[in-house]
Structure formats: structure tokens, C-alpha cells
């Protein structure tokens, strides 16, 4: 048990004076106000409690009882688990009285209002995330929360888990939204990720068609041999190959959303986080697509009879296969190559940010691999030049 000493600090304007506690800790003098203010005569100094004369002393003493037991708490725990508790760190837990049991516990209570404003696949990827942290240990406490310990994460992810780097990176970005949280709630001095050394990475999970395999698709859909429902599947794809859309974003796209030079929509994941309105100008091809689909209606969504996405998925292997297309077709190919063929065409990185609706330019740089295979087919006009 803890050495405690109960006293009063200077008298006020009103003729009371604060209480404290005090008690030494690594050497060093802790005091911790009791939040009690009284008269000098109603102390008694000796014994560390208010005087039963006083009004209010069975409440008041009981505080300061409490205060006393929420310390001896702190020292225990962190005595069992033969952790050396800081004066810095036993601030940030008698602050946190009995609020966050652990890391996890904070999570939790992290999430009871962030999944309000977030998708549901948003609150997917951080449940993903809080688990695969639970598997590597089970209970990590705040004080865990350190440079070092991500970095064994990292390479625990890398090396036990065989993630990808992207996936890695993923995650790491998702646990600093909870510690940059911990950060302003003053339970962590510091975000212990901020300078943690990753490994650069590109985003590979959805390929692009090329133009040759985009004009096979399209030839397809002209000739119209599909049955009905792969017939109308192919129409989708093509959509968001010509219109940049997720396929959330595009489902959800509306009739009245659409003029007559651009329609305008705002990225579903980003509604609860930093919404902007996204304008996209009508292609040809795009305008012919929106205009079949619209069967004359003047209101309502536009893809009012899509299948699921994993229907989705399903129906466009088959239709590569009838397209002689070897890539594995997925919904996600049709907005990375709407992404490729504009940054092939115009090398303006600026434009594509706008229209793909990122919020920074660090995301549209995963199509950066476009302009580096133009430059080794744009070196090659050397090669005429003989030596």
C-alpha cells in the first residue's frame, strides 16, 4: 500500500483552502487534488480527514477514501505485471479511472460513435483490423503502445501473416485513427506509428483492360450474342469503365444526378468523412450507355435491377471468357481502367484526382505505373539513331 498524506494548500478568497493528496513515486512527489475545498477548522490535520463537525464529511471523506483506493489500484496492477509505472504514465491512467481496462477497450468505446458516421464496409475494415491486433496479443495495454511494438507487428503481418505491404499499410493507417483519438484525449503523449518505417507499396488488387480488350468488351456488347442478364451485366461494366465509378457509387447513381454534358455524385465512403460533390463529364460512349438505361424515365436510380456484387463478379468471368480475355474481370477492373486509359491519354495526375473524387493526390498516384511504361515506350524513339 501506497504512503499517503491528506492536506490543505493556501486559503482562498472565501476562507477555504483545496485539499490534496500527495504520495512519492520513483522518488519523486506526486500531489493530486481531491477537487474538495473547506474551512481550515474543519481538517483535521493530523489524521488526513475532515472532522465529522463539518456539514458535509461522510461524503467528503469518502472522496478522498476513493481517490486513494483508485491509486493503490494503479500501483498494484502495474506491480503485478512487473512494469515500471512512470509518473507520466500514471497521470494518463488515474485520468482514465477505470475507463479503458486496455487498448481494446478503448476501441470499443472508440467505435460506439465513429460507426454512426461510417459504412458499413468502413466498420468491416476496422473490426478486420482490431482483430488481426487481438490475434498477434490478446490484451495490449496503453503503456504497450510504442514504436517498438509496431514494428514487431509489421513484421509479424509481413513475415508470420504473409500479408501484403498494402494490406500492412492498411491497417497501420486504421489503428492511428484510434491513436491519434488516444492523442487528443491525452491518454497517449504521442501517435507511436508517426515515423514508423513502411515499405512503399502500389495497389494491386484490381487489374485494368487494355485497349484491345476494352474494344473486345465493347464489340460484345454491340453484337449482343450475350443472354439477357450477361447482356445487361456487360451494359454495367462498361458503364463504370467509361464513367470512373465504384460500384457502390454506381448502383446508388440517380436519374436526376445526371445533366446533359455530366452527372454529379458523391463517393459513399467518404458521405460521414469529408463529403464533396464529384462532376464527371459524358463521354459518347458513357452517354449512350445512360441514355438506353434511362428507358425514357425522368426520376429514380439508374441501375434499378443490378444484381449483387458477387452476382456481379460471377456473370463477368464468364463474359471474359466469351471475350477471349484471360485478366480476372471484377467490377473494381472497370474503375482502374477508366483511371489508366484517362491518365494514359492526358499524363494529368491533377485532372484524375478530380475525377476519381480522391481527397489526395497520394491515392491517385497508384496509377503513377501508367506514365512509367510510357516512358520506356517513349525512349524508345532513340533507337532510330544509329552509333
Known sequence: MAQFRVYLKRVNSKGEAPVYISLYLNREKVEIPAKISLPPKFFDEKNGVIKPSYEYAKDKNLIISNIKSSINDILVRYRLRNEKLSIETFWIEYRNPGKYKNFFDFCSC???????????????KHLSCI???????????????????????????????????????????????????????GILKENPTHGLKLRGCRETTAEALDEQELEALADLYIAGSLPENYQHVLEFFLFMCFSSLHIGDAKALTIEQIGDNEFWYMRAKMLNIRPRV??????????KIIDKQKRGRKEGVLWDNIISVQKVNQYLKKI????????????????????????????????????????????????????????????????????
Open 110 to 124: 472508440y467505435q460506439q460513435l465513429r460507426f454512426q458516421e461510417v459504412t458499413p464496409a468502413t466498420r468491416k
Open 131 to 185: 482483430n488481426n491486433l487481438r490475434k498477434y496479443k490478446e490484451i495490449v495495454y496503453i503503456d504497450d503502445l510504442n514504436q517498438d511494438f509496431f514494428r514487431k507487428y509489421v513484421l509479424y503481418l509481413r513475415n508470420r501473416c504473409g500479408q501484403a505491404e498494402i494490406t500492412i499499410n492498411k491497417n497501420i493507417t486504421i489503428l492511428s485513427v484510434y491513436l491519434n483519438d488516444a492523442v487528443k484525449k
Open 278 to 287: 464529384v462532376r464527371i463529364p459524358l463521354s459518347a460512349p458513357l452517354w
Open 320 to 387: 471474359a471468357e466469351a471475350a477471349c480475355i484471360e485478366k480476372k474481370l471484377s467490377a473494381k477492373v472497370g474503375r482502374h481502367t477508366f483511371a489508366t486509359f484517362y491518365l494514359r491519354k492526358t499524363k494529368d495526375m491533377n485532372a484524375l484526382k478530380e475525377l476519381m473524387g480522391h481527397t489526395s493526390i497520394k491515392q491517385t498516384l497508384v496509377y503513377a505505373h501508367v506514365l512509367d511504361q510510357d516512358k520506356k515506350e517513349g525512349i524508345q524513339v532513340f533507337n532510330d539513331f544509329k552509333l
